[in-house]
């Protein structure tokens, strides 16, 4: 099989202003990004809302169960929601998960925005506004990253997928400022004002999607052979038809999905027979573990309760940390997205794991100190806000990995499948860790970090044993890093045939008349 690394394309020649199906493409994918912005600006948004004295007298002061179910609801609703997105995503294209999204925020926004207002339940509407957000943010998160995978010129895909997580970031720099600006407002316009923002955000979702094109391979697995070559010669190619990595392209995917197709690869039971198969869905559940049960629920959503705990209780002081922190994790995983073009997935994962587990046993000490010196301590105060951001930087540097590799790994006819696993069990570790998180931290304090760390050991060990090198591959070639002798070793068999082919000027690529 040829280096497609070496296969020539318009990208390589051309500036990136003169490479207008490449611009084209990236505005696409902007759009995208601007819906994980509004996903990370609203994800970080109830933590910074619950320093603000007015959205707590409006929601009765939740806490305890109350504050754990107002964070936990929507990955109950996404969790309901998941097969459903998962059918439509294969049946009815890539991109109807998007318009929920933006129908949910939309809808949840408005909701929330009312919540206490003229005798309205101030709880009860808040929580039925962050269900009804749920749905969406899942059916967003599957989508998304199926998208990103598939969409992508094959030059920078791996960077654009694991730059995904960055603008989630990004999201929540822009939300913990607005928060940190609207403290100084006394009435309840000091958390709507940060809520009704998300309406315009919504809104421009619903209408800019509509603009972006169906995934080349979706619309090869529908049959639509033309529309899709036509797709990654407008956008991969820049218009020439004769573009020798665009023929490339084309037939190595055409030939992996008809390989797919014709081993009825999109049955569950046909996945789960396959060992390599039951490995890219180990691998999937393995990095929403990672994710979600290494600690950093404590800090993302209850990082009021963790400062408290050292006696740093002025909210204009924890949401002004909050803010810079989301800044220093930002550049964190822009670090890391550059890092990956030189540094393996599983690498990342193995040499940065340690460091969040030593994060977590220095915030463990200094939040141990300050709660049995007699009259609290400072110093320990000043240690527990660098330690959060020493771990939750190291954890930022891994997660363009956690987000971009359960997609990559998948095969096409499996993807949405195993980005339904991956959405399945983040939504049910989501829903018990912001849940139990709330009570465990009312009921024992600091004393709670202890619980994450064997969690950590573990997942370390799981990763080294488990995880498969991606890097450098396409995503019909990854199949291969999984298994090189078994089934998937003729999965290509056209790819091979083009490969020939391109060599003989007098044997030309068959491909579809246009």
């Known amino acids: ?82 097969p459903i997105i998962q059918l439509i995503d294969e049946r009815f294209g890539r991109k109807w998960g998007i ?15 009312v919540a206490g207002a003229s005798g309205a339940s101030g709880y009860g509407l808040f929580l039925a506004g ?49 928060v940190f600006g609207t403290t100084y407002i006394s009435s309840s316009w000091s958390w709507r004002i940060p809520y009704i923002i998300q309406v315009p955000w919504a809104l421009f979702i619903l209408i800019a999607v509509q603009f972006v094109p169906e995934s080349p391979r979706w619309l090869l697995s529908q049959g639509q052979d033309e529309a899709a070559l036509q797709f990654f010669i407008d956008y991969h190619g820049n218009g020439d038809p004769t573009d020798p990595l665009v023929l490339f392209e084309f037939e190595e995917v055409k030939a992996a999905i008809r390989a797919e197709q014709q081993a009825k690869a999109e049955r569950w039971s046909t996945i789960l027979r396959s060992p390599a198969n039951r490995h ?22 209850y990082y009021t309760t963790v400062f408290d705990l050292v006696g740093i209780t002025d909210s204009t ?12 994790t930002w550049f964190c995983q822009i670090g890391a997205v550059y890092t990956g073009k030189i540094v393996g997935r599983k690498t990342i994962i193995l040499w940065t794991w340690p460091l969040i587990l030593l994060s977590l046993v220095g915030l463990t000490v200094s939040s141990g100190v300050f709660a049995n010196a007699a009259e609290g301590n400072t110093h320990a105060g000043v240690a527990t806000v660098v330690l959060v951001w020493l771990y939750l930087g190291f954890f930022n540097f891994t997660n363009p990995v956690l987000y971009s590799y359960p997609a990559e790994v998948q095969t096409f ?18 829903a018990y860790v912001t849940f139990v998180d709330a009570i465990a931290l009312d009921a024992i304090g600091w004393k709670y970090y202890i619980v994450y760390m064997p969690l950590i050991v573990i997942q370390w060990i799981l990763a080294y044993f488990y995880m ?23 999965l290509l068999p056209a790819v091979e045939q083009y490969d020939a082919k391109a060599s003989d000027a007098d044997h030309p690529v068959e491909l579809p008349t246009l």
């Open 468 to 490: 498969v090198e991606t890097k450098g591959y396409t995503l019909e070639e990854i199949a291969l890093a999984f298994d090189k002798h078994g089934s998937t070793a003729d």
């Open 280 to 301: 890219r869905l180990g691998l999937a559940a393995l990095m929403i573990f990672l994710t979600n049960l290494s600690g950093s629920s404590i800090i993302y959503y």
């Open 130 to 178: 962050r269900a009804i957000i749920g749905f969406g943010l899942a059916s967003f998160l599957m989508t998304s990253l199926i998208v990103l995978q598939e969409i992508t010129h094959p030059r920078t895909r791996s960077m654009v997928a694991s730059s995904w997580d960055s603008y989630w970031i990004l999201g929540s720099v822009i939300a913990a400022w607005v």
């Open 413 to 430: 006819s499996m993807r949405s499948k195993g980005l339904l696993v991956w959405n399945t069990i983040s939504q049910l570790e989501g």
């Open 1 to 82: 099989m040829a280096d497609w690394h070496a296969i020539p394309n318009a990208s390589d020649h051309l500036k990136w202003y003169q490479n207008k199906g490449q611009l084209k493409l990236n505005f696409f994918i902007a759009i995208i990004m601007i819906g994980t912005v509004l996903n990370g600006y609203d994800g970080s948004l109830i933590s910074g809302l619950q320093a603000l004295d007015a959205w707590q007298a409006d929601l009765d002061y939740p806490a305890g169960a109350k504050l754990g179910l107002l964070n936990a609801i929507g990955a109950i609703t996404g969790f309901v929601v998941g």
């Open 99 to 113: 318009r929920f999204y933006g129908y949910t925020m939309l809808i949840g926004s408005v909701i929330g925005c």
């Open 317 to 328: 002081t924890q949401t002004g940390i909050n803010a810079g922190l989301s800044i220093f």
